[in-house]
């Protein structure tokens, strides 16, 4: 089976940087994505890590470390519009099998 | 990445009735993937519709329940069958992207009374 852990909430200031944690335990591993969910929106995607060390695209980073179960999404000059959820989620090695976290709500204070 | 598109964006059905959701992708995809999210709660994997073949559901998922039926590589349909209070959540639609990624549809948001 699948778990994967992340915390419920978070706050930062505008132009700050924030860390979101997921750990995650599976039967087995084929990547692990991070999405944007604004509230009364679909998810959007942000990145992808199948392989150990540090994804950057522009203000957002994302990190694995598949030997800890452990990813974290940096996210850097924090906007208001950064206010949402994200939730991580973690593919199988069968590779259809797609689970997602329960999400971290982000709230982004002026 | 591809364009999705739902119908019916929202609804509010009676109880024991079935409601049938439509997505349609702009482009020619193998794989179609249903989703539910509760109010509150995170996405969790209904069913996968590829073209030609039997859905295969999800731990907690009956097609009797969910029945969903894909006609072709475009298109697919999730009827939600004699609903209760409890299906009351946003069912959301979502194909694959080159890295395997998910693309999610707006979404159709029921509320069953």
């Known amino acids: 089976g699948q778990n994967i852990d992340q915390p419920t909430e978070m706050t930062a200031t505008e132009g700050a940087i924030v860390q979101i944690n997921c750990t995650y335990q599976?039967?087995?591993?084929?990547?692990l994505f991070w999405y944007q969910q604004h509230a009364g929106e679909a998810p959007t995607f942000l990145s992808y890590?199948?392989?150990?060390g540090l994804e950057e695209k522009g203000r957002f980073s994302s990190f694995l470390s598949r030997s800890k179960g452990y990813s974290y999404l940096l996210l850097k000059e924090l906007q208001m519009k950064d206010s949402a959820s994200y939730l991580c989620?973690?593919?199988?090695?069968?590779?259809?099998?797609?689970?997602f976290g329960p999400g971290t709500r982000l709230s982004v204070l002026p | 990445s591809a364009v999705i598109s739902q119908k019916p964006s929202r609804d509010i059905c009676q109880r024991g009735t079935s409601l049938t959701i439509q997505c349609q992708v702009d482009s020619q995809v193998t794989m179609m993937f249903w989703y539910r999210q509760q109010p509150g709660q995170s996405l969790t994997l209904i069913a996968t519709a590829n073209q030609g073949s039997e859905a295969t559901y999800e731990s907690g998922f009956v097609i009797d329940k969910f029945p969903i039926s894909r006609p072709n590589l475009t298109f697919s349909t999730l009827t939600v069958s004699n609903m209760s209070p409890e299906d009351s959540s946003i069912y959301l639609c979502?194909?694959?992207?080159?890295?395997?990624?998910?693309?999610f549809g707006p979404g159709t948001r029921l509320t069953v009374l």
């Open positions: 890590n199948v392989l150990d």
């Open positions: 599976t039967s087995g591993f084929n990547g």
């Open positions: 989620a973690v593919r199988d090695m069968g590779g259809q099998n797609f689970v």
């Open positions: 979502s194909v694959e992207g080159s890295s395997r990624e998910q693309f």
